[in-house]
Protein backbone atom coordinates (compact mmCIF):
# COMPACT_ATOMS: atom_id res chain seq x y z
CA UNK A 1 0.00 0.00 0.00
CA UNK A 2 0.98 3.36 -0.30
CA UNK A 3 1.85 5.49 2.87
CA UNK A 4 0.22 9.00 2.84
CA UNK A 5 2.04 11.93 5.45
CA UNK A 6 0.62 15.01 6.13
CA UNK A 7 2.43 17.68 8.21
CA UNK A 8 1.80 19.34 10.15
CA UNK A 9 -1.09 17.33 11.63
CA UNK A 10 -2.73 20.88 13.15
CA UNK A 11 -1.59 24.57 12.85
CA UNK A 12 -3.02 27.13 14.41
CA UNK A 13 -3.44 29.94 12.12
CA UNK A 14 -5.20 33.56 11.43
CA UNK A 15 -7.80 35.42 9.03
CA UNK A 16 -5.87 36.69 5.95
CA UNK A 17 -2.89 34.24 6.37
CA UNK A 18 -1.51 32.10 3.74
CA UNK A 19 -1.11 28.18 4.95
CA UNK A 20 0.98 25.74 3.36
CA UNK A 21 0.20 22.13 3.73
CA UNK A 22 2.11 19.48 2.91
CA UNK A 23 1.50 15.71 2.09
CA UNK A 24 4.07 12.62 1.37
CA UNK A 25 3.53 9.54 -0.33
CA UNK A 26 5.61 6.76 0.15
CA UNK A 27 5.96 6.10 -3.78
CA UNK A 28 5.84 7.94 -6.61
CA UNK A 29 2.29 8.69 -7.64
CA UNK A 30 3.03 11.12 -10.28
CA UNK A 31 0.25 13.70 -9.87
CA UNK A 32 -2.29 11.42 -8.92
CA UNK A 33 -3.16 13.27 -5.60
CA UNK A 34 -5.99 14.64 -4.20
CA UNK A 35 -7.16 16.98 -1.03
CA UNK A 36 -10.29 17.07 0.44
CA UNK A 37 -11.90 19.58 3.08
CA UNK A 38 -13.91 18.15 6.03
CA UNK A 39 -15.93 19.83 8.41
CA UNK A 40 -16.94 18.55 11.82
CA UNK A 41 -19.80 16.46 11.13
CA UNK A 42 -19.49 16.82 7.29
CA UNK A 43 -18.40 14.35 4.51
CA UNK A 44 -15.00 15.61 2.85
CA UNK A 45 -15.72 17.54 -0.07
CA UNK A 46 -12.93 17.51 -2.71
CA UNK A 47 -11.01 20.96 -3.51
CA UNK A 48 -8.03 19.65 -5.65
CA UNK A 49 -7.73 16.81 -7.70
CA UNK A 50 -4.99 15.58 -10.05
CA UNK A 51 -2.15 17.48 -7.55
CA UNK A 52 -3.39 21.15 -9.11
CA UNK A 53 -6.60 21.05 -10.77
CA UNK A 54 -9.12 23.50 -8.68
CA UNK A 55 -12.76 21.41 -8.11
CA UNK A 56 -15.54 23.09 -9.58
CA UNK A 57 -17.15 26.19 -7.33
CA UNK A 58 -13.71 26.24 -5.25
CA UNK A 59 -12.52 29.02 -4.29
CA UNK A 60 -9.35 29.95 -6.19
CA UNK A 61 -7.31 31.31 -3.07
CA UNK A 62 -7.05 27.25 -3.09
CA UNK A 63 -4.46 25.97 -5.08
CA UNK A 64 -2.17 22.63 -4.89
CA UNK A 65 1.00 21.63 -6.59
CA UNK A 66 3.58 18.82 -7.00
CA UNK A 67 4.77 15.72 -8.13
CA UNK A 68 6.01 12.16 -7.54
CA UNK A 69 6.36 11.89 -3.92
CA UNK A 70 5.48 15.79 -2.48
CA UNK A 71 2.76 17.67 -3.01
CA UNK A 72 1.14 20.77 -1.28
CA UNK A 73 -1.95 22.42 -0.34
CA UNK A 74 -1.89 26.38 -0.26
CA UNK A 75 -4.82 28.36 1.04
CA UNK A 76 -4.18 32.26 0.48
CA UNK A 77 -5.71 34.41 2.21
CA UNK A 78 -7.41 32.59 4.60
CA UNK A 79 -11.32 32.99 5.04
CA UNK A 80 -13.35 31.80 8.33
CA UNK A 81 -14.63 28.96 6.54
CA UNK A 82 -11.65 27.32 6.22
CA UNK A 83 -11.00 26.13 9.52
CA UNK A 84 -11.46 22.38 9.16
CA UNK A 85 -9.36 19.65 8.38
CA UNK A 86 -7.72 18.58 5.31
CA UNK A 87 -6.32 15.17 4.16
CA UNK A 88 -4.45 14.26 1.34
CA UNK A 89 -5.26 11.07 -0.63
CA UNK A 90 -3.97 9.31 -3.53
CA UNK A 91 -5.68 7.69 -6.36
CA UNK A 92 -2.56 6.08 -8.36
CA UNK A 93 -3.46 2.90 -7.10
CA UNK A 94 -5.74 0.61 -4.91
CA UNK A 95 -6.05 0.46 -2.40
CA UNK A 96 -7.07 4.26 -2.40
CA UNK A 97 -5.42 5.80 1.12
CA UNK A 98 -5.55 8.89 2.68
CA UNK A 99 -3.01 11.12 4.97
CA UNK A 100 -4.05 11.25 8.71
CA UNK A 101 -5.44 15.48 8.46
CA UNK A 102 -4.33 18.85 8.97
CA UNK A 103 -6.34 20.23 11.19
CA UNK A 104 -6.68 24.45 10.89
CA UNK A 105 -7.30 26.06 14.41
CA UNK A 106 -7.73 29.74 14.76
CA UNK A 107 -4.72 31.30 16.47
CA UNK B 1 -27.33 17.43 -9.09
CA UNK B 2 -25.83 14.20 -7.83
CA UNK B 3 -27.17 13.30 -3.92
CA UNK B 4 -26.50 10.21 -2.40
CA UNK B 5 -27.54 9.00 1.29
CA UNK B 6 -26.72 5.67 3.52
CA UNK B 7 -29.32 3.95 5.19
CA UNK B 8 -29.03 1.05 7.42
CA UNK B 9 -28.83 -0.35 11.39
CA UNK B 10 -26.92 2.51 13.26
CA UNK B 11 -26.37 -0.59 15.99
CA UNK B 12 -24.89 -3.95 15.17
CA UNK B 13 -23.76 -6.32 17.51
CA UNK B 14 -20.42 -8.35 17.25
CA UNK B 15 -19.82 -11.12 15.05
CA UNK B 16 -22.92 -9.72 12.72
CA UNK B 17 -23.12 -8.56 9.50
CA UNK B 18 -23.40 -4.67 8.90
CA UNK B 19 -25.52 -3.87 5.68
CA UNK B 20 -25.58 -0.51 4.58
CA UNK B 21 -27.42 0.65 1.12
CA UNK B 22 -26.87 3.87 -0.92
CA UNK B 23 -29.46 5.34 -2.94
CA UNK B 24 -27.97 7.28 -5.40
CA UNK B 25 -30.09 10.29 -7.21
CA UNK B 26 -28.80 13.11 -9.73
CA UNK B 27 -26.70 10.54 -11.82
CA UNK B 28 -26.94 6.69 -13.17
CA UNK B 29 -25.20 4.08 -11.28
CA UNK B 30 -24.62 2.85 -15.18
CA UNK B 31 -22.80 5.89 -15.98
CA UNK B 32 -19.52 5.04 -17.15
CA UNK B 33 -16.24 6.47 -15.58
CA UNK B 34 -18.17 5.99 -12.02
CA UNK B 35 -16.75 3.59 -9.63
CA UNK B 36 -19.65 3.48 -6.60
CA UNK B 37 -17.44 3.13 -3.44
CA UNK B 38 -17.81 2.85 -0.02
CA UNK B 39 -15.23 4.97 3.03
CA UNK B 40 -15.46 4.39 6.42
CA UNK B 41 -13.75 6.84 9.14
CA UNK B 42 -13.03 6.31 12.67
CA UNK B 43 -11.17 8.72 15.30
CA UNK B 44 -8.26 5.43 15.44
CA UNK B 45 -7.79 4.51 12.14
CA UNK B 46 -9.02 8.20 9.89
CA UNK B 47 -9.87 7.37 6.74
CA UNK B 48 -9.85 3.98 4.88
CA UNK B 49 -11.41 3.33 2.09
CA UNK B 50 -13.34 -0.31 1.85
CA UNK B 51 -13.36 -0.63 -2.03
CA UNK B 52 -15.60 -0.09 -4.69
CA UNK B 53 -17.65 -1.15 -7.49
CA UNK B 54 -18.23 -0.67 -11.08
CA UNK B 55 -21.06 -1.13 -13.86
CA UNK B 56 -19.77 -4.41 -15.31
CA UNK B 57 -19.85 -5.51 -11.96
CA UNK B 58 -16.23 -5.09 -11.42
CA UNK B 59 -15.44 -5.12 -7.85
CA UNK B 60 -11.76 -4.13 -5.61
CA UNK B 61 -11.32 -4.14 -1.72
CA UNK B 62 -8.64 -3.27 0.35
CA UNK B 63 -7.07 -6.45 1.03
CA UNK B 64 -7.83 -6.12 4.89
CA UNK B 65 -11.10 -6.36 4.05
CA UNK B 66 -11.72 -8.41 1.18
CA UNK B 67 -12.69 -11.46 3.10
CA UNK B 68 -15.45 -10.08 5.03
CA UNK B 69 -16.94 -7.16 2.46
CA UNK B 70 -19.11 -7.30 -0.48
CA UNK B 71 -20.42 -4.25 -2.87
CA UNK B 72 -23.34 -4.83 -4.85
CA UNK B 73 -25.09 -2.77 -7.78
CA UNK B 74 -28.99 -2.76 -7.60
CA UNK B 75 -29.70 -0.68 -11.49
CA UNK B 76 -33.05 -0.65 -11.10
CA UNK B 77 -33.12 0.86 -7.93
CA UNK B 78 -30.18 3.21 -8.94
CA UNK B 79 -28.25 1.75 -5.61
CA UNK B 80 -25.52 0.15 -4.41
CA UNK B 81 -24.72 -1.80 -0.84
CA UNK B 82 -22.46 -2.84 0.98
CA UNK B 83 -22.02 -5.98 3.38
CA UNK B 84 -19.57 -6.29 6.13
CA UNK B 85 -19.60 -10.05 7.90
CA UNK B 86 -18.19 -10.63 11.56
CA UNK B 87 -17.86 -7.37 12.97
CA UNK B 88 -16.14 -6.09 15.75
CA UNK B 89 -15.80 -3.21 17.85
CA UNK B 90 -13.05 -2.42 15.55
CA UNK B 91 -15.65 -1.56 12.49
CA UNK B 92 -17.29 0.81 14.28
CA UNK B 93 -17.10 3.83 12.57
CA UNK B 94 -18.84 6.69 9.85
CA UNK B 95 -19.37 4.47 6.92
CA UNK B 96 -19.60 6.88 3.69
CA UNK B 97 -20.90 6.09 0.12
CA UNK B 98 -19.55 8.08 -2.45
CA UNK B 99 -18.66 8.07 -6.44
CA UNK B 100 -15.51 7.91 -7.66
CA UNK B 101 -14.87 9.30 -10.83
CA UNK B 102 -12.45 7.35 -13.04
CA UNK B 103 -10.98 6.40 -10.21
CA UNK B 104 -9.27 9.71 -10.34
CA UNK B 105 -11.13 12.01 -7.74
CA UNK B 106 -14.07 10.86 -5.07
CA UNK B 107 -16.13 14.12 -6.17
CA UNK B 108 -19.76 13.34 -4.56
CA UNK B 109 -20.04 11.77 -1.04
CA UNK B 110 -23.43 10.79 1.44
CA UNK B 111 -23.41 12.63 4.46
CA UNK B 112 -22.25 9.26 6.55
CA UNK B 113 -23.70 7.03 8.74
CA UNK B 114 -22.28 6.07 12.31
CA UNK B 115 -22.40 2.80 12.86
CA UNK B 116 -21.85 1.52 16.32
CA UNK B 117 -20.74 -2.09 16.85
CA UNK B 118 -21.83 -3.21 20.13
CA UNK B 119 -23.99 -6.42 21.87
Known amino acids: DIQMTQSPSSLSTSVGDRVTITCRASQSITTYLNWYQQKPGKAPQLLIFAASFLQSGVPSRFSGSGSGTDFTLTISDLQPEDFATYFCQQSHSTPLTFGQGTRLEVK | QVHLQESGPGLVKPSETLSLTCAVSGVSVTTGGSYWTWIRQSPGKGLEWIGY???????DYNPPLQSRATISLDTSKNQFSLSLTSVTAADTAIYYCARDRGITKIDFWGQGSLVTVSS
Open chain 2, 53 to 59: IYLNGKV
